[in-house]
């Protein structure tokens, strides 16, 4: 470890050593420590057996999927060298999540929430299955992984609105935040490790064994499944509309919801021109710094650390109440980074800005998701998840395509700077409705039918 590494470390040994004994008393005893943890930030949530035993899984399994994203990229990279194809790998795989999603929110308004969860993982597992098989027998190109990559996102596709539903049957309301915390944390946590052993991986033993480890990352969460049961899920409808009618009652519910419009169309801008970066770092690392896999490991690790660093803050915002505020700050703040990370020749700046990026967008993500589940009805959770996911799937996939599309055209420097400054206009357009997206959105469905009384 170097000189400034070991600073770097006792200086974070200090700076949480001082904001734990700001918190604890000092006089407090062991099983009083036990029961302070268990009812403050994150341990509101994990004391929740069901939802531990998810998290956790969840996490686990997380680190397989960043393993499987690092080498995918990286083999679309080797194969193509081409901006145009990484992005197009994250758009198609998109493309098929957001086309599957409306359809299986409605699903999961409709059947039981577990059982839809168990035949989901499933697919998933047999789908990183086929992808270790394919590698092994070296039957992969190009083409391979476009299609592979679009089946996944299909299987995806149907994963998603329950994965974003499960906490808020797994944990009470008034633990809701420090559950999306938990949650946000744990991903994070593996977008950390996951580059850094796929990098490792890809290195030493081929990407064979990096597809074989998600595979494997699968079990665990698919057990846990059969391991935990839920809370109350939201009431259903004694007589069920046709798919079409569901959906559009999804939509007409985003619509009548005052400032739920406005802050889905944030997010999607956001999404689109702030969050795309991550999908462009097998050509970030290697062809714009000639850094090879180790920076591709680098960039990714980096970017998890920054963000795991602001999920661990949300995890511990215990209130919705100005929340949106604090969205909007974030996200300019992501521009002006992002700024810097497009005129940058010094890696490590790169790497800086990176980790402050997702920072910001992990804040926009588990923010966002918090004042959404916050401001809608149980009985529509899936459907309007449902749309909220795709906003957050498709949203950085899209923006990395079309950014790799421009870069093919000019240069990626150019390309990144234009898609700034297009979200940096819309900011200035969403500003003016802060307060009316606050006023709204910050309430729970009966806050604001009282307030209408």
């Excluded at 407090?28 to 035993?53: C, E, I, K, P, V």
């Excluded at 098929?96 to 969860?117: K, Q």
């Excluded at 714009?288 to 591709?296: D, K």
Aim: with cysteine.
């Amino acid at each position: 470890m170097s000189q400034g590494e070991h600073c770097f470390h006792a200086l974070s040994v200090i700076y949480w050593s001082v904001q734990f004994e700001r918190c604890v008393p000092p006089d407090m005893t062991t099983s009083g420590l036990l029961s302070f943890l268990a009812s403050h930030g994150m341990g509101r949530a994990l004391r929740h057996r069901n939802f531990a035993y998810y998290a956790i899984a969840g996490w686990i399994s997380n680190i397989g999927l960043w393993v499987q994203r690092t080498a995918v990229f990286w083999l679309v990279w080797e194969l193509t060298g081409s901006w145009a194809a990484l992005g197009g790998i994250a758009f198609a795989e998109a493309v098929s999540t957001m086309s599957v999603m409306p359809f299986a929110g409605i699903i999961v308004d409709r059947t039981n929430r577990l059982i839809y969860a168990r035949f989901s993982q499933a697919s998933l597992m047999i789908i990183a299955a086929l992808f270790t098989a394919m590698s092994a027998f070296d039957l992969i190109n190009i083409y391979v992984l476009y299609v592979l990559m679009v089946v996944q996102g299909i299987a995806e596709g149907f994963w998603t609105p329950v994965r974003m539903a499960m906490p808020p049957s797994l944990v009470p309301r008034e633990d809701l935040a420090p559950a999306l915390g938990v949650t946000a944390t744990f991903f994070n946590l593996a977008h950390i490790i996951g580059p850094a052993i796929g990098g490792g991986l890809i290195a030493l033993l081929g990407v064979t064994w990096a597809l074989g480890f998600n595979a494997v990352s699968f079990i665990g969460y698919f057990a846990v499944l059969f391991m935990i049961s839920l809370r109350f899920t939201g009431k259903k409808k004694k007589k069920q509309s046709s798919i079409a009618t569901e959906f559009k009652e999804g939509l007409l519910y985003i619509g009548h919801t005052p400032g739920l419009g406005y802050f889905l169309l944030l997010a999607i801008s956001f999404n689109v021109c702030l969050r795309s970066f991550r999908d462009l770092f097998a050509g970030i690392s290697d062809g714009v710094f000639g850094m090879g896999v180790e920076g591709l490991a680098i960039l990714s690790s980096s970017s998890g650390a920054g963000a795991m660093i602001a999920a661990l803050v949300m995890a511990n915002f215990g209130k919705v109440s100005g929340l949106v505020r604090r969205i909007m700050i974030c996200l300019i703040i992501a521009a002006a980074a992002q700024i810097i990370f497009a005129v940058t020749d010094i890696f490590w700046v790169s790497v800086a800005c990176a980790a402050l990026m997702s920072a910001c967008a992990t804040v926009g993500g588990i923010g966002g998701q918090l004042v959404v589940q916050t401001a809608i009805h149980g009985s529509v959770r899936g459907r309007v998840m449902s749309i909220w996911g795709m906003v957050l799937r498709g949203g950085p996939s899209s923006g990395a395509w079309m950014i790799g599309m421009l870069a093919g055209f000019t240069d990626f420097q150019i390309a990144l700077l234009l898609a700034t400054a297009v979200f940096i206009v819309a900011w200035g357009w969403f500003i003016r409705k802060t307060d009316f997206m606050a006023s709204s959105l910050e309430l729970s469905p009966d806050e604001r039918e009282k307030i209408k009384r």
